[in-house]
């Protein structure tokens, strides 16, 4: 695929935008993509590296993948300038089954870097905004710097149709910082949405996912109605490596997409 | 019609075989070390081992395997696909534990997505298996509902003869019986009393111990530390095992062209699930250990209903530290119920 | 009363008074001529314990993994003197405190076992100064003086054919108590030093990296050697590198626990004999 263009989201993250390059392969996503599902990004001499698509499946004219530089392809993919090739395998795994939201309310929940995947089903959402009930997001991160899609939060702040409660951890706020201070999971509970006829989907990692959904769960909420991605060491992404199992499941085939019941139901030392 | 194969008729088959077209491997001690190569002569053979140090499953899951060849220019990329020569192999001298390896391992090569290269390979080949008439005290074939004799995975089934002459033939497949019809003339009609096959003692019962397996309390037991302490982490009992696939994708080249290849990895290894963050799910020996069990006998059991394991014991044989897959098993399958 | 029953006493003692917390030793293996590491923690276990010339491997390995030896409480380990060299170099490269080791010495002589009295490997310095002057492993000379006697090429060509085995499972590098880095070199990828495809040329690049970081380190105690399941005779290449760094150095690999590192230490009357 051909970078179109590239954001710089939050120190060492990026985004990039990518184009198809052949028109078959654009059809083949148009018809196979759903939110939730991931990609493989590389870059030949490099090798690739597993991240959502960022981008919702109401808007499958180009890729948007957002990925943190920690390691040898990313920090190649976050140099690469528009025009530059990239490759991409997939769309692969399962997705968040978003015609049985319709008729809900919608908490998103997410923390970090973790807010990409979560995005994806917001615009999916969004997009089609009559199908759905109330639509909360929460999102935290470290420090201002830190919060990732900061145009598109202030496109969420202005809808009416979006609460939007922004928070960032004690001691990343910034002087003229006007929302909330504090972690994700403790303005969860402030914030008391109601669990009735609700759907969350809460993105992040382990550690945040655990005392979340210990909030959510004290708030009313039921695993099943709780749906979560998980990640893990990938190379093929079609299930014959080996690698990304957690106990018998597949995270390449069977996820990433899980309800927190599932999450609970793999053995715990293995994720 | 039954038929016999005369010891001394095999450089005849050889010959046959060779002049149709195909490249016959068998087991033959070369640079200090038995497994499958080429052969061109019936003496080049080690038919007499208990099974040749490295497996057949060398042959069709590649060490290191080239994929994709990219060639990077301005603004476009080529790439090649580079799937294997369709090159017809006859595989002589097969153990049932090595042919079984290759009919458990269809299963996860074909699931859902076809991995081209295996099966390529395995449409190509024909395989013909002797049962075994001796073991030693590492087989395990009776203990994963296999036997000196199991057909699974064979083309051809020859049986020693106890008059030490040759083989009865046994054709299992239409592939098989083709290869046996092209050889109709050099095999002689009838039958003959066949050596009786090894005697391999069952060293555990794989059925309790899968129930014990799938009973998520034995996750966290204690047991995998103990069983696994001496384990140092290295790649020999995957490397050596019929059934292990699991594979590490490398770039190698350089900015302008290079080679994407599939190399074979093990769950055994201390990086095979770290995070670029640091993170490793499974960051001790122990770990690493029921990881290797559970899938074997626990996850791949469940979605293919077959063990991954052909008892071959190659796993506890070549172990530097006297490790494998059959203590751990006979430790789980005498714990008190 | 054997060495065996002697040393299982010991182990006994050791543990019941305290003394130490783990005693690392051999075990039945699976078939009667195999023995095994095992970890004796009480003195009930202790009788697991055997000696006998079955016992060659080299267990001083089993002291560095992480945090063995952090609570400050001593391990008991059964060596040989390759095994009591290993312990210095590791000493000698800060990886255990040589305190915290407890040795049971022993050495196989003419298929018999005997003791070899002392309980920390400064003990042994006499010991291991006289095997500076036997030489390098003498059972190895036949095979070593057959290689050095072929050409360049046959040498290569004989090379080429036993690296094209390798499979990279790294038994060598595991087995070896030298081989302890966290992350070894193979597993770096930014940028990927060493390739890790079994190809002839991936092949050479882990086995000749791997003989050049044990370059004056190897002990040989042939682990590496018994380890490898596809039969590549690594002794000779690790007798060769030691056989330099005896011959250009003096540097007898482990024969003092404050002995620097050869490749990274310079003499002003080292050799120059690459200088013209």
Same mark, same amino acid.
């Given at each position: 695929m051909r970078v179109v263009s590239k954001r710089e989201e939050a120190p060492g993250v990026r985004t990039l935008k990518l184009e198809f390059l052949k028109e078959e392969d654009h059809e083949f996503f148009k018809a196979n993509y759903r939110t939730g599902m991931f990609g493989l990004y590389g870059i030949f001499g490099e090798g690739e590296s597993t991240f959502c698509v960022a981008s919702p499946e109401t808007r499958k004219e180009y890729i948007e993948c957002t990925f943190r530089q920690s390691g040898r392809v990313t920090s190649t993919l976050a140099n690469a300038d528009a025009g530059d090739i990239v490759t991409f395998r997939g769309p692969y795994g399962n997705r968040f089954p978003i015609e049985e939201f319709e008729g809900k309310n919608l908490l998103f929940i997410a923390g970090g870097i973790a807010l990409p995947p979560t995005r994806s089903v917001i615009w999916s959402c969004l997009d089609q905004r009559e199908k759905f009930g109330k639509v909360t997001i929460v999102y935290g991160a470290r420090t201002v710097a830190d919060l990732v899609y900061k145009n598109e939060l202030d496109e969420w702040k202005q809808r009416d149709d979006v609460n939007l409660v922004l928070t960032v951890d004690p001691g990343g706020e910034t002087p003229d910082w006007q929302d909330h201070v504090g972690f994700v999971p403790t303005i969860l509970e402030q914030a008391a949405p109601s669990p009735d006829n609700t759907i969350a989907v809460l993105c992040g990692p382990p550690i945040m996912i655990k005392f979340t959904l210990t909030a959510l769960e004290k708030l009313g909420f039921s695993p099943g109605n709780v749906y979560t991605t998980l990640e893990n060491r990938m190379k093929c992404g079609v299930g014959k490596c080996g690698r990304c199992n957690v106990g018998s499941v597949y995270i390449c085939k069977e996820g990433p997409v899980f309800t927190a019941a599932e999450v609970q139901a793999m053995p715990q030392q293995d994720l | 019609m039954t038929r016999i194969l005369l010891h001394d008729r095999l450089d005849d088959c050889l010959a046959a075989w060779r002049s149709s077209g195909f490249r016959v491997l068998a087991p033959t001690r070369r640079d200090d070390l038995t497994r499958f190569d080429e052969v061109r002569s019936a003496a080049e053979m080690a038919l007499d081992i208990i099974m040749p140090e490295r497996t057949i499953k060398d042959h069709f899951f590649l060490q290191t395997e080239p994929m994709i060849r990219y060639r990077i220019k301005k603004q476009e990329i080529d790439t090649e696909e580079m799937l294997p020569p369709e090159q017809k192999r006859l595989f002589f001298g097969v153990r049932p534990c090595d042919a079984s390896g290759l009919a458990i391992d269809d299963q996860l090569f074909g699931w859902d997505y076809k991995d081209a290269y295996w099966f390529q390979r395995r449409e190509n080949s024909v395989i013909v298996t002797i049962a075994c008439t001796k073991a030693d005290d590492f087989c395990m074939c009776t203990s994963v509902q296999l036997s000196p004799d199991s057909t699974k995975g064979s083309d051809v089934m020859l049986h020693p003869l106890k008059d030490g002459r040759g083989w009865q033939v046994v054709t299992l497949t239409d592939r098989g019986k083709s290869l046996v019809d092209g050889i109709a003339s050099i095999l002689q009609e009838g039958t003959a009393e066949t050596a009786p096959t090894a005697s391999v003692p069952v060293k555990f019962d794989v059925d309790k111990v899968a129930s014990w397996l799938a009973? @998520?309390?034995? =996750?966290?037991? +204690?047991l995998w530390k103990e069983v696994s302490q001496r384990c140092i982490g290295c790649g020999s009992c995957t490397f050596l095992c019929p059934t292990c696939h699991c594979f590490d994708i490398q770039d190698e080249g350089d900015t302008y062209s290079g080679i994407r290849r599939k190399n074979w990895d093990s769950c /055994? =290894?201390?990086? =095979? !699930?770290? +995070? !670029? /963050?640091? +993170? *490793? @799910?499974? *960051? !001790?020996q122990s770990t690493r250990w029921r990881q290797r069990i559970m899938h074997k006998f626990n996850y791949y059991r469940g979605k293919f209903d077959v063990n991954s394991c052909s008892g071959c014991g190659r796993c506890t044989r070549q172990c530097p530290v006297d490790m494998g897959i059959t203590e751990t098993l006979q430790v789980i399958s005498n714990l008190p119920r | 009363m054997g060495i065996q029953e002697q040393y299982r006493i010991e182990a006994a003692e050791l543990l019941s008074s305290g003394a130490v917390k783990l005693v690392i030793g051999y075990g039945q293996g699976s078939t009667p001529d195999r023995r095994r590491p095992v970890f004796i923690r009480s003195a009930e276990e202790s009788k697991q314990l055997l000696l006998d010339s079955y016992c060659v491997a080299n267990l001083s390995g089993y002291l560095v993994p992480e945090g063995l030896l952090s609570d400050g409480k001593s391990v008991g380990v059964f060596l040989k003197p390759d095994g009591i060299r290993s312990v210095n170099i590791l000493t000698a490269e800060a990886q255990v405190n040589p305190d915290q080791v407890v040795i049971f010495g022993f050495d196989i002589e003419n298929g018999n076992t005997k003791p070899l009295s002392g309980r920390k490997a400064i003990d042994f310095a006499p010991l291991i100064e006289s095997m500076k002057s036997t030489g390098l492993s003498p059972e190895l000379q036949h095979e070593a003086d057959r290689l050095e006697q072929m050409s360049a090429s046959e040498r290569f060509e004989y090379w080429k054919a036993q690296f094209a085995k390798c499979i990279k499972c790294y038994a060598c590098r595991q087995v070896c108590p030298m081989c302890y880095c966290r992350r070894c070199i193979v597993d770096v990828n930014q940028p990927q030093w060493v390739n890790t495809s079994s190809h002839t040329l991936g092949n050479f690049e882990w086995n000749i990296v791997r003989a050049f970081h044990l370059a004056g380190r190897c002990v040989a105690c042939g682990g590496c050697d018994r380890a490898c399941p596809v039969n590549i005779p690594l002794r000779l290449i690790n007798h060769r590198m030691s056989k330099e760094a005896l011959d250009a150095f003096d540097h007898f690999a482990g024969e003092s626990a404050d002995q620097k590192p050869v490749l990274a230490t310079f003499r002003q009357d080292d050799p120059e004999t690459f200088i013209l």
């Amino acid at each position: 695929m051909r970078v179109v263009s590239k954001r710089e989201e939050a120190p060492g993250v990026r985004t990039l935008k990518l184009e198809f390059l052949k028109e078959e392969d654009h059809e083949f996503f148009k018809a196979n993509y759903r939110t939730g599902m991931f990609g493989l990004y590389g870059i030949f001499g490099e090798g690739e590296s597993t991240f959502c698509v960022a981008s919702p499946e109401t808007r499958k004219e180009y890729i948007e993948c957002t990925f943190r530089q920690s390691g040898r392809v990313t920090s190649t993919l976050a140099n690469a300038d528009a025009g530059d090739i990239v490759t991409f395998r997939g769309p692969y795994g399962n997705r968040f089954p978003i015609e049985e939201f319709e008729g809900k309310n919608l908490l998103f929940i997410a923390g970090g870097i973790a807010l990409p995947p979560t995005r994806s089903v917001i615009w999916s959402c969004l997009d089609q905004r009559e199908k759905f009930g109330k639509v909360t997001i929460v999102y935290g991160a470290r420090t201002v710097a830190d919060l990732v899609y900061k145009n598109e939060l202030d496109e969420w702040k202005q809808r009416d149709d979006v609460n939007l409660v922004l928070t960032v951890d004690p001691g990343g706020e910034t002087p003229d910082w006007q929302d909330h201070v504090g972690f994700v999971p403790t303005i969860l509970e402030q914030a008391a949405p109601s669990p009735d006829n609700t759907i969350a989907v809460l993105c992040g990692p382990p550690i945040m996912i655990k005392f979340t959904l210990t909030a959510l769960e004290k708030l009313g909420f039921s695993p099943g109605n709780v749906y979560t991605t998980l990640e893990n060491r990938m190379k093929c992404g079609v299930g014959k490596c080996g690698r990304c199992n957690v106990g018998s499941v597949y995270i390449c085939k069977e996820g990433p997409v899980f309800t927190a019941a599932e999450v609970q139901a793999m053995p715990q030392q293995d994720l | 019609m039954t038929r016999i194969l005369l010891h001394d008729r095999l450089d005849d088959c050889l010959a046959a075989w060779r002049s149709s077209g195909f490249r016959v491997l068998a087991p033959t001690r070369r640079d200090d070390l038995t497994r499958f190569d080429e052969v061109r002569s019936a003496a080049e053979m080690a038919l007499d081992i208990i099974m040749p140090e490295r497996t057949i499953k060398d042959h069709f899951f590649l060490q290191t395997e080239p994929m994709i060849r990219y060639r990077i220019k301005k603004q476009e990329i080529d790439t090649e696909e580079m799937l294997p020569p369709e090159q017809k192999r006859l595989f002589f001298g097969v153990r049932p534990c090595d042919a079984s390896g290759l009919a458990i391992d269809d299963q996860l090569f074909g699931w859902d997505y076809k991995d081209a290269y295996w099966f390529q390979r395995r449409e190509n080949s024909v395989i013909v298996t002797i049962a075994c008439t001796k073991a030693d005290d590492f087989c395990m074939c009776t203990s994963v509902q296999l036997s000196p004799d199991s057909t699974k995975g064979s083309d051809v089934m020859l049986h020693p003869l106890k008059d030490g002459r040759g083989w009865q033939v046994v054709t299992l497949t239409d592939r098989g019986k083709s290869l046996v019809d092209g050889i109709a003339s050099i095999l002689q009609e009838g039958t003959a009393e066949t050596a009786p096959t090894a005697s391999v003692p069952v060293k555990f019962d794989v059925d309790k111990v899968a129930s014990w397996l799938a009973d @998520p309390a034995s =996750f966290e037991s +204690h047991l995998w530390k103990e069983v696994s302490q001496r384990c140092i982490g290295c790649g020999s009992c995957t490397f050596l095992c019929p059934t292990c696939h699991c594979f590490d994708i490398q770039d190698e080249g350089d900015t302008y062209s290079g080679i994407r290849r599939k190399n074979w990895d093990s769950c /055994s =290894f201390a990086m =095979f !699930t770290m +995070h !670029t /963050s640091g +993170h *490793n @799910p499974r *960051n !001790t020996q122990s770990t690493r250990w029921r990881q290797r069990i559970m899938h074997k006998f626990n996850y791949y059991r469940g979605k293919f209903d077959v063990n991954s394991c052909s008892g071959c014991g190659r796993c506890t044989r070549q172990c530097p530290v006297d490790m494998g897959i059959t203590e751990t098993l006979q430790v789980i399958s005498n714990l008190p119920r | 009363m054997g060495i065996q029953e002697q040393y299982r006493i010991e182990a006994a003692e050791l543990l019941s008074s305290g003394a130490v917390k783990l005693v690392i030793g051999y075990g039945q293996g699976s078939t009667p001529d195999r023995r095994r590491p095992v970890f004796i923690r009480s003195a009930e276990e202790s009788k697991q314990l055997l000696l006998d010339s079955y016992c060659v491997a080299n267990l001083s390995g089993y002291l560095v993994p992480e945090g063995l030896l952090s609570d400050g409480k001593s391990v008991g380990v059964f060596l040989k003197p390759d095994g009591i060299r290993s312990v210095n170099i590791l000493t000698a490269e800060a990886q255990v405190n040589p305190d915290q080791v407890v040795i049971f010495g022993f050495d196989i002589e003419n298929g018999n076992t005997k003791p070899l009295s002392g309980r920390k490997a400064i003990d042994f310095a006499p010991l291991i100064e006289s095997m500076k002057s036997t030489g390098l492993s003498p059972e190895l000379q036949h095979e070593a003086d057959r290689l050095e006697q072929m050409s360049a090429s046959e040498r290569f060509e004989y090379w080429k054919a036993q690296f094209a085995k390798c499979i990279k499972c790294y038994a060598c590098r595991q087995v070896c108590p030298m081989c302890y880095c966290r992350r070894c070199i193979v597993d770096v990828n930014q940028p990927q030093w060493v390739n890790t495809s079994s190809h002839t040329l991936g092949n050479f690049e882990w086995n000749i990296v791997r003989a050049f970081h044990l370059a004056g380190r190897c002990v040989a105690c042939g682990g590496c050697d018994r380890a490898c399941p596809v039969n590549i005779p690594l002794r000779l290449i690790n007798h060769r590198m030691s056989k330099e760094a005896l011959d250009a150095f003096d540097h007898f690999a482990g024969e003092s626990a404050d002995q620097k590192p050869v490749l990274a230490t310079f003499r002003q009357d080292d050799p120059e004999t690459f200088i013209l």
